[in-house]
């Protein structure tokens, strides 16, 4: 989210992510200061466009030509050259160009450090982005202090029941949650959905934290109640978003979850084909949510017998994982052994 005074706002990322994908993340941006060139404007404006319809490619190239036009007008220490940066940052970590982001992300922070009149609001949303970037490189011990920064900072600089702060606190839900902390993380989800919805946040960004939510209420086995709000969050999804919107693939995904832990294979297949259809179309070849949904597949085709396809879905699962992280990344490990226990 970022500021709402009157300049540019760093990027904030809500988590649409399941456990280990991500792919389409919500972002809002305060309308650029009326005393910043036209050129960094339009650019600023476009990229912003650009991201939330999840044209990644054309907004990190927008983001670049802000940033350049705002490091060479206004000067490389200012809060509009890092809100370029921080959007430049998020474009390429929804493409999953980590060692972009992770440049982008960093420089963007050491700007914000420099600003003399450097907003808090700026600062948690810069501790955010680098929690979530540490978060899909499966970092949780990195990303967790991260998140709790910026869950504070907002909390001082907005107050314990604003929006922005129920946000933040719906980030380190999931981090909690993909950590194992599954009480603390319900109770955070279950908080940081009554703020938000008592803050008026729009409908997509609460559909998002529910199919968090859901995940976890799967994983705890309680899936008649996870069937019910993923039902609730699709029906959001599809009135609001494009058919081929990466949200969409990510509800596809955990709506397959729900059918894997219910028994029904088959089904589960379905949500899975479709989801990496919308995948395979929106993001890049080599992209770690792909991977995703084809380990699951994997997963699927397993539990129906089907040793050759299951071989192969985790295989292409693999390859395309270990080009995206290092060797220390949990999903490896877990593929590696789930490619084992097929022999």
């Known amino acids: 989210m970022g500021s709402t005074r009157n300049g540019a706002a760093f990027v904030a990322l809500l988590l649409a992510c399941s456990m280990t994908s991500c792919a389409g993340m919500g972002t809002t941006a305060s309308a650029p200061p009326s005393t910043a060139p036209v050129g960094w404007e339009q650019a600023y404006a476009q990229a912003v466009e650009a991201y939330e319809r999840a044209a990644y490619v054309d907004s990190s190239r927008l983001a670049r030509l802000a940033h350049s036009t705002a490091a060479t007008t206004l000067g490389p220490d200012t809060t509009e050259a890092g809100a370029a940066l921080s959007l430049l940052a998020a474009a390429e970590l929804a493409l999953g160009r980590y060692p972009e982001a992770t440049a982008a992300f960093e420089e963007s922070l050491t700007t914000l450090r420099r600003t003399p009149d450097a907003d808090p609001k700026d600062m948690a949303a810069a501790m955010g982005n680098l929690g979530e970037l540490h978060r899909q490189q499966g970092q949780l011990d990195r990303a967790l202090p991260w ?161 050759a396809e299951a071989r192969d879905s985790y295989a292409q699962a693999l390859n395309i994982l270990r080009e995206a992280h290092d060797d220390e990344h949990p999903d490896i490990a877990s593929l590696e052994a789930a490619m084992r226990a097929l022999d």
């Open 147 to 307: 998140y709790e920064q910026a869950y504070r900072t907002n909390e001082l600089a907005y107050g314990p029941a604003h929006g922005e702060t129920a946000t933040a606190l719906a980030a380190l839900a999931l981090a909690r949650h993909e950590s194992g902390l599954l009480p603390e993380a319900e109770q955070a989800y279950a908080q940081a959905l009554t703020l938000m919805a008592d803050a008026g946040a729009p409908k997509l960004q609460l559909a998002k934290v529910r199919t968090n939510l859901a995940d976890l209420l799967i994983h705890t086995d309680r899936t008649d109640e996870a069937g019910l709000m993923l039902e609730g969050v699709l029906a959001t999804e599809q009135a609001l978003l494009r058919p081929g919107h990466p949200d969409l693939a990510y509800t596809l995904n955990t709506l397959g979850t729900l059918a894997d832990a219910q028994g029904r294979d088959d089904d589960a297949l379905e949500f899975y084909r479709y989801a990496l259809d919308i995948r395979r179309d929106a993001l890049p070849p080599g992209h770690p949510a792909i991977a995703t949904v084809l380990a699951n597949m994997g997963g699927a085709y397993h539990d129906l017998g089907a040793v």
